[in-house]
């Protein structure tokens, strides 16, 4: 959607060239600066993102939980040093340990000991972890190992050096282990052993095995979910390698299938490290973070294609810049890679922490943590998934909620990878266990407590849960052949509650003078008072609900489709708010009696829409709602500050939703002109109003989102009145005039930009 938006703007841009003229005298900020060139270096890579393909053939490539039950412990049913159950590690401390993609072996790292130890994990027919130990690696096995084939240039080395923090890289389901070392003593700076054989892999492709220097935040290594090995390499060849794996004679070997050609990026003078970061997820993604501009570019090595773009946060890169270390990035993936995770240092004491959906791109999580250093950073629980990451602290964090909750344990070393708890206590105890089996863990699911107020925007892509619902609703009321009055199943008590979290929906069935049922929807948190939200009337007796994971309540009736929220201030001040409403107009002559044929017809229209907006838009979100909500909307989408001055978070999110779509209804559906110009001044203005002050605040993604939406609209709106001179008044506002981010950044050639990667 960003680089379809740029190259419009950057077109609207060629058109109305004298606009640059006319406002030149019109003061421009760092911030504008850093948005010209944004958009002008991301119409430039839309150009370029094509990936060149070079086949090899054969013969040219040879600290959390701690729960009170019983945890597993680590049995040795083979021996180290020629003794059974020898104590890992002769006893000394486990500094590092390494998990396999899919969960198969761990790989274990003693300073002390001087040894690298491969434990593999399988499961009794009862779901019983069973961890054994398998094989190690001494200095005597990594001297011999690395000697041989000429791949040690320096005889005299200490071997015992080479086992240093975050030396231990990875680890194979099949037993395989990368270890960083150095490239001055070394053919390479990384080798991969095979643990079994304790012999070294030859990665044999053309470029591979050249010497390069070390370069910060450049280089990648990461075994796949899918079996291959990923290998990035810069300096000189600039190469993504896959490797596939075959077993000849029973041992594994690694084999160059695909060679993926990258840009030749330029180093920083000050700090020799690239002016992008590369990253190399175990699902086989590649992620290339830019300086300039500052977004994430994420490519799928499998297919060859290229995914999404991420926008990051802009007052982040400019500490970033000031720092030189744009390395400093935590990237991760969760289990159905629909929601991505980046933590980011801003080198005075916070970690900053985003959340993006990988089908929009848009983000939905932004905070942040007091932390110098973080050790963990995971997506855990294939359930309920969080996401964990820790430093002096510990951290879980619901990306559907925003809740935040924040452990105090410093005893114990833990590792939290998907749905399982690896733990080293001080006695050098490792032990192994089910994250659903862990009391706290059942504990943090319980308490959800949200800690911000940008939260809603989940339950405009909650299509996993909305959906579903809906297309079974519409088929129990196609099957159903006739309503009667007491269709409607009422509880006996007139009332239900529905609890998620520490809020409670209230439901309650009245009946009125004339006889009809009503619903009276009530809200409470924790034990306060309950608030009013809406009453409706209930015709013909249908209605269905549904409470969704983030706390908010879906309400379907024959004609409307309405979403609500609790938007809290505190616990005791807080109210109800409408975020969603879809409907159906009773056309004259239909007849209002027959509730059954109306759901039939609002779930169907519902269901229609949602397909042909996925279909257009390339990623799955709630259809924008009918020409009567249009109005509706266009006043939430008003722009008010609060008392701290910042805009309302709910304008904000509609308007990077649903703004280009309801300007589109305006324009077409109101037949009067004079509140037909009414609603598209206000609409406009709102967008302006909010994409700024997203600018001013440093949110470069919410305010690309919401100009965006105004661009997208800028030649109906030419169309419905050339007079009122809208494109102009967009560049006017905006202020898109040609700058520099930085004195030292410069405009690189076409041809050497991303040309090898595809879009």
Request: charged share 25%.
């Amino acid at each position: 959607m960003y680089y379809v938006y740029c190259t419009n703007v950057f077109n609207l841009l060629n058109k109305y060239a004298f606009v640059l003229k006319i406002f030149s005298n019109i003061k421009s900020d760092q911030n504008h600066n850093h948005l010209k060139d944004f958009i002008l270096t991301f119409t430039y890579f839309k150009k370029k993102n094509r990936l060149t393909l070079f086949e090899m053939s054969s013969s040219k490539s040879e600290e959390l939980l701690s729960g009170d039950q019983d945890q597993p412990e680590i049995l040795i049913d083979s021996n180290q040093h020629g003794e059974k159950n020898v104590v890992p590690h002769g006893g000394k401390k486990i500094d590092e340990l390494v998990l396999s993609p899919n969960m198969e072996c761990i790989a274990t790292l003693s300073i002390d000991d001087k040894s690298i130890i491969v434990w593999t994990i399988s499961k009794t027919i009862t779901k019983e972890l069973i961890v054994k130990y398998d094989s190690s690696l001494g200095v005597n096995d990594l001297e011999r190992t690395l000697n041989a084939d000429k791949f040690c240039k320096k005889p005299d080395i200490n071997f015992e050096d080479l086992f240093l923090p975050r030396s231990l890289i990875g680890t194979s389901d099949c037993k395989h282990i990368i270890i960083e070392i150095y490239s001055s003593y070394f053919e390479m700076n990384f080798a991969i052993i095979d643990t079994t054989t304790k012999l070294r892999q030859r990665l044999i492709a053309q470029g591979l095995e050249q010497i390069a220097l070390p370069v910060n935040g450049a280089e990648s290594r990461s075994f796949l979910e899918n079996g291959d090995l990923a290998i990035l390499k810069v300096k000189p060849v600039y190469r993504v390698y896959i490797f596939s794996k075959s077993n000849p004679n029973g041992k594994h070997k690694w084999t160059c299938k695909k060679s993926i050609e990258l840009e030749k990026f330029d180093l920083d003078p000050y700090t020799n490290s690239e002016d992008s970061y590369n990253f190399i997820s175990k699902k086989g993604k590649l992620f290339v973070c830019f300086r300039y501009p500052w977004v994430i570019m994420q490519w799928d090595l499998i297919t060859r294609k290229f995914d999404m773009q991420y926008i990051l946060n802009w007052k982040q890169n400019k500490l970033s810049v000031e720092a030189f270390r744009i390395e400093a990035l935590r990237i991760e993936l969760n289990s159905d890679n629909t929601t991505l995770a980046v933590a980011e240092n801003d080198f005075y004491g916070k970690y900053w922490v985003y959340i993006y959906l990988t089908k929009s791109g848009v983000m939905v999580v932004n905070t942040n943590i007091d932390a110098e250093r973080l050790y963990n950073f995971h997506f855990i629980g294939s359930e309920e998934e969080r996401l964990f990451f820790s430093c002096d602290n510990s951290y879980v964090l619901n990306p559907y909620t925003q809740s935040l909750d924040k452990f105090h344990d410093n005893h114990v070393i833990y590792d939290i990878v998907s749905d399982y708890i690896i733990k080293i206590d001080d006695n050098n105890h490792l032990s192994i266990q089910r994250l659903f089996q862990n009391e706290i863990w059942k504990i943090i699911l319980e308490r959800e407590e949200r800690c911000h107020s940008n939260i809603y925007i989940y339950s405009y892509f909650d299509i996993k849960e909305i959906m579903p619902f809906v297309q079974k609703i519409l088929e129990k009321y196609k099957s159903v052949q006739n309503l009667t009055e007491n269709y409607l199943n009422v509880p006996s008590n007139m009332s239900e509650e529905c609890r998620r979290g520490l809020r409670t929906w209230i439901i309650k069935y009245e009946v009125d003078n004339s006889g009809m049922w009503e619903i009276q929807l009530k809200a409470k948190i924790r034990s306060s008072e309950e608030i009013d939200i809406c009453r409706f009337s209930l015709k013909g007796n249908i209605f269905e609900y549904k409470v969704l994971e983030n706390g908010d309540i879906l309400l379907v009736f024959p004609l409307n489709i309405f979403i609500y929220t609790i938007k809290k201030h505190s616990d005791e001040n807080f109210e109800g708010e409408l975020i969603y409403w879809w409907n159906i107009e009773v056309r004259e002559g239909e007849n209002p009696e027959k509730p059954k044929d109306f759901i039939i017809s609002l779930l169907t229209s519902f269901i229609k829409n949602f397909n042909f907006v996925s279909h257009n838009l390339g990623f799955e979100i709630l259809p924008a709602p009918p020409l009567s909500q249009s109005l509706y909307y266009t006043d939430l989408m008003n722009y008010s500050p609060n008392v701290s001055g910042k805009e309302s978070t709910e304008s904000s999110t509609l308007l990077k939703l649903y703004g280009q779509d309801t300007c589109y209804k305006l324009i077409e559906g109101i037949k009067k002109t004079d509140n037909k110009a009414k609603s598209i001044d206000k609409l406009l203005d709102n967008c302006y109003n909010n994409s700024l002050s997203m600018l001013e605040s440093g949110d470069i993604c919410s305010f690309i989102l919401i100009t965006g939406q105004i661009a997208f609209t800028l030649i109906k709106l030419e169309e419905y009145n050339k007079n009122r001179r809208f494109t102009e008044a967009f560049l006017s506002k905006t202020n898109l005039l040609i700058g520099h981010i930085d004195p030292n950044y410069y405009h690189r050639n076409n041809d050497s930009l991303l040309f090898n990667l595809q879009h």
